[in-house]
């Protein structure tokens, strides 16, 4: 698949293509790549490649509203060579919001593993049609084998997906509670990243990202699953967040997931309450009106 690195010395004098792809992750889900582990290492050593010169960026800006995913783009402007990079929920992203409830055992149980994957091509039509393939800026080779390392540090730090944004309030001066790490903050992440090392973006599109918020005065740190879910004490609680998420399904795709949240709203209106899993530990929202919100907005390139 990719090639392994070369024997010579690195001369990174090559420049490489950025391409930013915003699509559904519902109807991508049939593409999903496996993580290969070493594709990342072999992609550091692709622009070093002699044959694997010049790469264009682009970006693709989606306009329909159920449409949730962003993803990096390579092109090799000489060779033609196409990679896509992505932040994916590893067991789709309903697993990554809301989890299973398992009869026998009762800690809920999260399959909400996020990763970075890079692989091979771009699947220029389905981008283009779901979206707008856009070529966001250039990058040497030397960037972008700096880029390749620090996406495998990236990738060690955030070992999940989360799919909600929590803020105080839907205005401008609002209370960030919780940040989603999901595939567009991955995107922002290697934006800035690339940014950082003197790559120009630009895009003559706007560049709109779809984000699930909830709205929540101060949230309070309950714990973690251990230490709900194993101790007697903790009774009362483990058994409102079992039965919290059992007004939730796990669902496969977005449209679903936005539908068993519409059957959800009205538990969450009526009781103000969310019980919020993130990074590996709850917390309590005391819900505020509007409670939950689809956005899709503009984020500026760096
Ligand atoms: C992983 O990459 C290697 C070479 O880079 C390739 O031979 C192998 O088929 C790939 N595995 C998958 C699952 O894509
Ligand atoms: C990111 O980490 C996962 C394991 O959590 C691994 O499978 C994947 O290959 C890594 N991706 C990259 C691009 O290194
Ligand atoms: C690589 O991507 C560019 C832009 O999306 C496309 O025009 C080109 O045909 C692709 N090349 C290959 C070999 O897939
Ligand atoms: C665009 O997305 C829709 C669903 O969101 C999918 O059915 C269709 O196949 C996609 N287009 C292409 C060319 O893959
Ligand atoms: C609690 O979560 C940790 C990961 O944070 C996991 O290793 C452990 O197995 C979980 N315990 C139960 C009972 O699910
Ligand atoms: C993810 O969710 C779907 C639908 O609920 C389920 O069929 C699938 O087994 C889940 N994946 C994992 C790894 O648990
Ligand atoms: C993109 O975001 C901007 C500002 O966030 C908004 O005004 C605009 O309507 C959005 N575009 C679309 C197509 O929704």
Same mark, same amino acid.
């Given at each position: 698949?990719?090639?392994?690195?070369?024997?010579?010395?690195? %001369?990174?004098?090559? #420049?490489?293509? $950025?391409? /930013?792809?915003?699509?559904?992750?519902?109807?991508?889900?049939?593409?999903?790549?496996?993580?290969?582990?070493?594709?990342?290492?072999?992609? !550091?050593?692709?622009?070093?490649?002699?044959?694997?010169?010049?790469?264009?960026?682009?970006?693709? $800006?989606?306009?329909?509203?159920?449409?949730?995913?962003?993803?990096?783009?390579?092109?090799? !402007?000489?060779?033609?060579?196409?990679?896509?990079?992505?932040?994916?929920? /590893?067991?789709?992203?309903?697993?990554?919001?809301?989890?299973?409830?398992?009869?026998?055992?009762? &800690?809920?149980?999260? +399959?909400? %593993?996020? !990763?970075? +994957?890079?692989?091979?091509?771009?699947?220029?039509?389905?981008?283009?049609?779901?979206?707008?393939?856009?070529?966001?800026?250039?990058?040497?080779?030397?960037?972008?084998?700096? *880029?390749?390392?620090?996406?495998?540090?990236?990738?060690?730090?955030?070992?999940?997906?989360?799919?909600?944004?929590v803020r105080s =309030?839907?205005?401008?001066?609002?209370n960030l509670w919780f940040?989603?790490? =999901? +595939?567009?903050?991955?995107?922002?992440?290697?934006? @800035?990243?690339?940014?950082?090392?003197?790559?120009?973006?630009?895009?003559?599109?706007?560049?709109?990202?779809?984000?699930?918020?909830l709205?929540s005065?101060e949230p309070?740190?309950?714990?973690?699953?251990?230490?709900?879910? @194993?101790?007697?004490?903790?009774? &009362?609680? !483990?058994? =409102?967040?079992?039965?919290?998420?059992?007004?939730?399904?796990?669902? %496969?795709?977005?449209? =679903?997931?936005?539908? #068993?949240?519409?059957?959800?709203?009205?538990?969450?209106?009526?009781?103000?309450?969310?019980?919020?899993?993130?990074?590996?530990?709850?917390w309590?929202l005391?819900?505020?009106?509007?409670?939950? %919100?689809? *956005?899709?907005?503009?984020?500026? /390139?760096?």
């Amino acid at each position: 698949m990719l090639t392994s690195p070369p024997a010579k010395p690195l %001369q990174p004098a090559t #420049s490489i293509v $950025v391409l /930013l792809v915003s699509l559904s992750s519902a109807s991508l889900s049939s593409s999903i790549i496996s993580a290969n582990s070493s594709a990342s290492n072999s992609a !550091a050593a692709e622009p070093h490649d002699d044959s694997m010169p010049t790469f264009v960026p682009r970006g693709v $800006v989606v306009k329909k509203k159920h449409i949730m995913h962003d993803a990096i783009g390579f092109s090799s !402007a000489e060779k033609g060579k196409n990679y896509t990079m992505e932040w994916y929920e /590893l067991f789709q992203l309903g697993n990554c919001t809301f989890p299973h409830m398992r009869p026998e055992n009762d &800690t809920p149980f999260w +399959c909400n %593993q996020g !990763a970075a +994957c890079f692989y091979k091509g771009i699947d220029d039509v389905y981008w283009s049609q779901n979206g707008t393939l856009e070529k966001v800026g250039e990058i040497s080779g030397g960037q972008f084998n700096k *880029m390749a390392r620090w996406v495998q540090d990236d990738n060690q730090t955030g070992v999940y997906y989360e799919t909600w944004t929590v803020r105080s =309030d839907p205005g401008t001066n609002s209370n960030l509670w919780f940040e989603s790490y =999901d +595939c567009s903050q991955f995107v922002h992440r290697t934006y @800035r990243y690339l940014s950082q090392q003197g790559a120009r973006l630009y895009s003559r599109s706007q560049t709109n990202y779809t984000k699930i918020f909830l709205y929540s005065g101060e949230p309070t740190y309950l714990g973690d699953n251990d230490s709900i879910f @194993r101790e007697p004490s903790a009774k &009362t609680l !483990a058994e =409102d967040i079992r039965k919290f998420y059992h007004a939730f399904r796990s669902q %496969q795709s977005y449209v =679903d997931l936005i539908l #068993s949240l519409a059957e959800a709203f009205h538990k969450v209106v009526e009781e103000r309450s969310f019980y919020l899993y993130y990074n590996f530990e709850y917390w309590h929202l005391p819900m505020k009106y509007p409670y939950v %919100q689809i *956005m899709y907005e503009e984020v500026h /390139l760096p």
